[in-house]
C-alpha cells in the first residue's frame, strides 16, 4: 500500500499566514522541524505545533497577531524555551510564535542604557555590555531568554542592590493584542510598564526592553561543593547572610541541596557572587569556612560566569516554589525531605541518572523597597514581612516513565515542606514565583487582590477582545479571565 503524504497524516500543516508577509514559517513537514522543537531545554516542552513562526522584527510580530486574531487561532509565544512547565513556551497543534530572531543588543555608553531585542539570551546581552566594562541586573544562567525572565520577575547576582531584574526595565516595546506597537515606561502607558513587570505574557508580546547600563567589570563568584555532611552548617551561613545582605547588598549567595551524579552524588553546594571583586567580606566569612570538595570561585566577569550557571539539556523536568521566612528551621526540613525524596528516587531509578535540586535564594526585604523605587511590580513581594527564603525544588529525569512516576513524588515532598512552612508562626509567604512555579500552582492568584484587580483592569483596557487570556492558553493567566 502506498504510504500516503505527510501533510494527510498530519493535519493541520497548511500555512495559516498570508505568503506577502515574508514570515518564516516552520510547518511540520519542513526539515527545521525537528530541530526548532528540540531546541526547548526540557523534554516536556517540546510539544507538537501546527508550525513555528519566527518574526524578525515588531512590525512581523504585529502582522502574525493580528493574522492569528482573525482566524482566533491559539499561540503560544517563546523567546529562550528555558521554561519547563508544558504549554507555556509552545502549543500542540497552534502556532508557536517564536522570537529567537529578534536579536540585537545595542548599547548606548551617553544614556547608559542598553537596549535588546526580546529573542536574546543573557549571555548575547551580557557579551555586549562588557566591551563596555557594564552589565545589566539580569539571570545568572547565560542561555536563559531575556523576556522569560523579564516578564516573570527575575532573580539575580544584584537582587539586593537593585531589585527584581523586572524592576530595572526602563521601556518595554510591546506589540498589543489589536496590532498596535508601543512603548510602555514611566510616562507612556504607565500602567502596562508596571504590568508587565511580573505579569508574564497576560498583555502583549514584548519585542525589546531597554535596562540601565550598570558598572561592572571583574567580580568574583562560582560554585563551592560541601559533603552534606555539612548541611547544617551551609544552613547556617545561608540563614546568616539573608539577615546581613542588606548590609552587603553587592553580594550574593544561594544554597543548593543536591543529587548531582556529575558532582559524585548528594552534595550541598554554595553559589557566590561579588559585584567588585572582593572575596574575603566579612558577609563571606562562614562560606569561606565550609569544608569543600570543590571550589569554582575566580576572579572573573558577569559574562564568563554564565557559561558556569547552567543545568544539562534533555531532561524531564519538574518545578515547584514557594516562598518562605528566613528560618533555619523550615531550610532543616526542607533539606531532610529533600533527602528522602532522593533516597526513594535511588532506589527507583537503576542507573542513578536523574538530578533533583532543593534551592535557598534570599530575599531580603531591601529587595522590595527597590522595587517600590522603581515605580513597583505587580508580584507583591512587599507583603513579605521579613527577610525570606525563596525556594525553588526540582526533579530532572530522563525518561518519560520516570518522570510521570517521580512528578507526584516530588508534588507530595514539597508539600510536606509547604505544610511545615504554614505550621511555623508567620513561616509561610502567600507569593509564588510564576519562574520557578509548576502549572499546578496559583501564581497570579498570589500577587494578592489589589494587584489581581489592577492586572484586570489593565488587561481590559490594553486587551478588550482578551486574546491573551484566551488564544494564549500557556503560562499563568489572570484569575476569572479564563
Ligand atoms: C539553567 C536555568 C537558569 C535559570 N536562572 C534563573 C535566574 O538566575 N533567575 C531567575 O529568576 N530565573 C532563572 N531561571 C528560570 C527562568 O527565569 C524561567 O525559566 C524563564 O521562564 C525562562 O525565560 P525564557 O525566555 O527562556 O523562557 P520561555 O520558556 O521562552 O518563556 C517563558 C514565558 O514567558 C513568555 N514570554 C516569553 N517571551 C515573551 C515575550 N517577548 N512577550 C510576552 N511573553 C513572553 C512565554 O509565553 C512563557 O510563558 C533559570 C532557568 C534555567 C533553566
Not at 159 to 170: E, F, H, M, Q, R
Request: charged letters at 20%; proline letters at 5%; one cysteine or more.
Amino acid at each position: 500500500m502506498a504510504s500516503k503524504p505527510t501533510s494527510a497524516i498530519v493535519p493541520d500543516c497548511a500555512n495559516p499566514f498570508d505568503t506577502q508577509l515574508n514570515l518564516q514559517v516552520i510547518l511540520r513537514d519542513d526539515p527545521h522541524y525537528g530541530s526548532r522543537r528540540d531546541s526547548y531545554w526540557a523534554v516536556n516542552s517540546r510539544l507538537a505545533p501546527s508550525c513555528f513562526v519566527l518574526p524578525n522584527s515588531p512590525e512581523q510580530v504585529s502582522a502574525i497577531l493580528s493574522a492569528l486574531v482573525a482566524q482566533k487561532r491559539q499561540f503560544a509565544i517563546r523567546c529562550g524555551g528555558h521554561s519547563p512547565v508544558p504549554g507555556t513556551n509552545n502549543i500542540a497543534d497552534g502556532v508557536t510564535i517564536d522570537l529567537s530572531l529578534l536579536t540585537g543588543v545595542t548599547v548606548d555608553t551617553d544614556s547608559k542604557t542598553v537596549r535588546f531585542g526580546a529573542g536574546n539570551t543573557w549571555r548575547d546581552v551580557y557579551k555586549e555590555c562588557t566591551k563596555h566594562k557594564s552589565t545589566v541586573a539580569g539571570g545568572r544562567g547565560g542561555d536563559v531568554g531575556v523576556s522569560g525572565l523579564l516578564l516573570g520577575g527575575g532573580s539575580t547576582w544584584m537582587s539586593a542592590k537593585n531589585g527584581w531584574a523586572c524592576d530595572n526595565v526602563l521601556s518595554f516595546e510591546v506589540v498589543l493584542a489589536d496590532g498596535r506597537i508601543v512603548t510602555a515606561d514611566k510616562n507612556s502607558n504607565s500602567d502596562l510598564y508596571r504590568a508587565l513587570k511580573g505579569g508574564s505574557n497576560n498583555f502583549g508580546i514584548v519585542t525589546s526592553f531597554t535596562m540601565p547600563l550598570l558598572p561592572s567589570d571583574r567580580i568574583w563568584g562560582g560554585i563551592g561543593v560541601t559533603p552534606t555532611t555539612a548541611i547544617p552548617e551551609v544552613i547556617d551561613v545561608t540563614w546568616r547572610f539573608t539577615e546581613e545582605q542588606p548590609q552587603h547588598p553587592d553580594s550574593y549567595l544561594m544554597a543548593v541541596m543536591s543529587y548531582f551524579p556529575a558532582l559524585g552524588g548528594n552534595v550541598a553546594a554554595t553559589v557566590v557572587y561579588q559585584g567588585e571583586g572582593v572575596s574575603d567580606g566579612p558577609e563571606f566569612k562562614g562560606w569561606h569556612e565550609l569544608p569543600k570538595v570543590m571550589d569554582t570561585t575566580k576572579e572573573t566577569t558577569i559574562y564568563d560566569l554564565s557559561f558556569d550557571i547552567t543545568l544539562p539539556r534533555d531532561y524531564h523536568n519538574a518545578w515547584f516554589t514557594l516562598c518562605f521566612n528566613n528560618d533555619k528551621r523550615i531550610m532543616q526540613k526542607a533539606a531532610q525531605a529533600h533527602q528522602a525524596f532522593v533516597n526513594e528516587l535511588r532506589a527507583y531509578v537503576s542507573d542513578g541518572d536523574f538530578i533533583s535540586q532543593c534551592i535557598f535564594q534570599p530575599v531580603p526585604t531591601i529587595i522590595a523597597e527597590h522595587s517600590a523605587a522603581a515605580g513597583g511590580n505587580v508580584m507583591g513581594i512587599e507583603r513579605n514581612s521579613g527577610h525570606a527564603i525563596l525556594f525553588h525544588y526540582t526533579a530532572m529525569m530522563k525518561t518519560s516513565e520516570q518522570a510521570a512516576y517521580v512528578y507526584p513524588k516530588l508534588q507530595a515532598s514539597f508539600q510536606v515542606i509547604r505544610d511545615y512552612a504554614a505550621s511555623v508562626e508567620n513561616g509561610l509567604n502567600s507569593w509564588v514565583y510564576s519562574n520557578y512555579a509548576d502549572k499546578s500552582q496559583d501564581v497570579i492568584g498570589s500577587y494578592g487582590a489589589e494587584n489581581i484587580s489592577f492586572m484586570k483592569q489593565v488587561s481590559e483596557k490594553y486587551d478588550p477582545g482578551q486574546v491573551f487570556q484566551k488564544l494564549c492558553p500557556g503560562g499563568w493567566k489572570i484569575p476569572d479571565s479564563k
